[in-house]
């Protein structure tokens, strides 16, 4: 059974079960952007690779995933292969999904040609969303040079049955203090075991446990300027390869 999206009276999409929002109506894709993808510093980073994995806890709506594809896409320097690697463990219906695409405010400061790819490639997650199950399997797009593997379940036992090294990772799940498991220690623990030096990690969380965890498993952490209303995110890499951190941006 899908998990239920309530849709707020201002058009967010709302968890009854984690009593959070999956994402503001307006800032959604702006986190996506500003706080994962260039938190993690792509598109640089993956320019020029053969394949280039990303690591993410919470799939949610699918957002960090569409606006992944859809920068990945345009950039003429990408990787040729991009492998997004993602844990939920109450998926919701593929209509959701597109729902969730479709209702981004196009009035907002986004970049309209990849606002339109997000959308037509919402389309087409829908449409193989059908397939999703328990467990780890894999979707292909973009003529199988964009894989999604997609493991359902609990965050530790499908971090431990994934078979991946991360390139960067987006930690995403819903607010430590509403689902304080996906944010605990021998969960970051198990995020730690699939990356490598020089991994790049991005969060909208600076929560003091969070980033203690990860200073104790060889993270270098910092807090940069937040994405209104939030005054701060985090960015970290792994190892003592700081020279992959993306330089700080101004408020």
Known sequence: MSE?????????????RFGDRYRTRTGGLAQALCVFLAGCGLPARWRGAER???????????????????????????CQRLHFVSIEAYPVDGAEILRSALAIDATAQHPPALLARLQSHAQELC??????????QTLAFANGCVHLTLAVGDVQAMLQALDCQADAVFLDGFSPTLNPQMWSHATLEQVRSRCHGGTTLASY?????????????????????GLAPKRHRMEAVCGEQKSYLPPKQAN
Not at 127 to 136: E, I
Not at 205 to 225: E, I, N
């Open 4 to 16: 239920p999206v309530v849709w707020t009276e201002d058009g967010s999409p709302y968890s009854a």
């Open 52 to 78: 280039f994995t990303i690591l993410e806890t919470g799939f949610g709506l699918g957002l960090n995933f569409l606006a992944t594809w859809a920068a990945w896409e345009q950039d003429p320097q990408r």
């Open 127 to 136: 449409s193989a969303w059908g397939t999703v199950s328990a467990g780890v």
């Open 205 to 225: 969380t600076v929560a003091a446990p969070v980033r203690a965890s990860l200073k104790q498993l060889g993270f270098h952490v910092r807090k940069c300027p």
